[in-house]
């Protein structure tokens, strides 16, 4: 990835976001749910990556603030221009950070590792031999980097009512707009 280092990893990603929902308004889009990152160093893969002094990679987790630290302006700016759009931001961050403080209230005992174990060996963040674990709903990761599906269940189902998650309004509303 060729990145320029006098621009912040924040706002190197974000321009492109923000150029590719600009064609998907050209192309007729008028509502859109855009979701920030989550605390990309609590994934099993970047923890396997690194010995970390805390849970998390604290320098990964910065980088994804960083980018998403520009996503609720840069909506905001995007509605201000496109007629007529809705844009709301689930904040994914907040979603795994209120997991990750209390798992056991959202039915999860396992927010370190993944369902199916890593090829450490390989160094890839898939399956090993394809084998997962016997129940997917105890843990937050399905493999060394994506959610499992009770993840994604709680992220939305918590945008659909929470304007605490889903910003400035919740899904619900959005979809009504």
């Known amino acids: 990835m060729q990145y320029n280092a006098s621009l912040d990893m924040g706002q190197y990603l974000a321009e492109p976001l923000?150029?590719?929902?600009?064609?998907l308004y050209d192309l007729g889009g008028r509502k859109f749910l855009v979701s920030n990152v989550l605390p990309l160093g609590c994934r099993p893969f970047s923890?396997?990556?690194?010995?970390?002094?805390?849970?998390?990679?604290?320098?990964?987790?910065?980088?994804?603030?960083?980018?998403n630290s520009?996503?609720?302006?840069?909506?905001?700016?995007?509605?201000s221009t496109l007629s007529g759009s809705k844009f709301v931001l689930l904040d994914v961050y907040k979603v795994f950070?209120?997991?990750?403080?209390?798992?056991?209230?959202y039915g999860i005992s396992d927010i370190s590792h993944s369902c199916c174990a890593i090829d450490s060996v390989k160094h890839i963040p898939i399956c090993k031999n394809g084998e997962v674990?016997?129940?997917?709903?105890?843990?937050?990761?399905?493999?060394?980097?994506?959610p499992t599906e009770v993840m994604n269940s709680?992220?939305?189902?918590?945008?659909?009512?929470d304007s605490s998650v889903c910003k400035p309004i919740n899904l619900m509303k959005l979809v009504k707009a």
């Open 18 to 23: 923000s150029k590719r929902l600009q064609m």
């Open 133 to 146: 674990c016997s129940d997917r709903n105890q843990y937050a990761f399905f493999d060394a980097i994506h």
């Open 154 to 161: 709680i992220m939305i189902s918590r945008c659909l009512n």
């Open 70 to 79: 520009y996503l609720p302006q840069m909506l905001k700016d995007l509605q």
């Open 97 to 105: 950070e209120d997991v990750f403080s209390k798992p056991a209230s």
């Open 47 to 67: 923890i396997s990556q690194e010995t970390p002094t805390t849970r998390c990679v604290e320098r990964l987790n910065k980088l994804a603030s960083q980018f």
